[in-house]
């Protein structure tokens, strides 16, 4: 196998939208190209940091009689998806702030703040890293577990970084990774 600069990719995100919420429930995605059921709702515009997917893996050394480490063991993991919406909608509201604290009439939102807990919710963040690649990421279990500041000027966007761990599923997973990619074939 030789270097192909046609897998080079970056984080662009799909025409059309790129971060999507469901509600409890919503049918689970298991592929890359597949559309998403109507019960995801599209975020909006993203600030151009994009997404930060991020993974801790802590561990502990075991250590013998005169310091040589003779076992390491993970000892916690965490995944964490950070982005921020930059629209003002209702769908970015709900998932900042809970359903149940967002009304919407004609022309008129109201967001109650209080600091009843967020439910776990499916999040799909999908990407096309080039022109053949399809890269859709799945979290079947998403918390929203902190929000950054929210600046009031002329200069920035009002919105504010959500960063939502990724909880197991019932098999343990955080998160799946689905990617379409144009003329691949299984290795022999």
């Not at 790129?18 to 689970?28: D, H, K, N």
């Not at 909006?44 to 893996?57: A, D, H, L, N, Q």
């Not at 197991?168 to 290795?187: C, K, Q, R, V, W």
Request: proline share 7%; charged share 25%.
């Amino acid at each position: 196998m030789a270097n192909d600069a046609s897998n080079v990719g970056v984080g662009k995100p799909k025409v059309g939208g790129a971060v999507y919420i469901g509600t409890a429930g919503s049918p689970a995605p298991t592929d890359a190209s597949t559309p998403l059921d109507d019960t995801f709702k599209l975020f909006g515009y993203i600030s151009e940091e994009g997404v930060t997917i991020s993974e801790e893996r802590d561990s502990e050394d075991l250590k013998a009689w005169g310091g040589d480490t003779v076992k390491t063991s993970q000892t916690s993991y965490k995944e964490t998806f950070a982005f921020t919406p930059i629209e003002v909608n209702p769908v970015v509201a709900a998932a900042e702030y809970g359903d149940d604290n967002v009304s919407v009439e004609a022309g008129k939102m109201t967001i109650k703040h209080n600091s009843k807990e967020l439910p776990e919710l499916p999040l799909v963040i999908e990407t096309v890293p080039n022109s053949k690649t399809v890269d859709r990421f799945f979290v079947p279990k998403a918390k929203l577990t902190e929000k950054g500041d929210q600046a009031l000027n002329d200069s920035d966007p009002m919105g504010r970084e959500c960063t939502y761990t990724a909880m197991p599923d019932d098999e343990g997973n955080t998160a799946y990774e689905f990617m379409t990619i144009t003329g691949l074939t299984p290795s022999e």
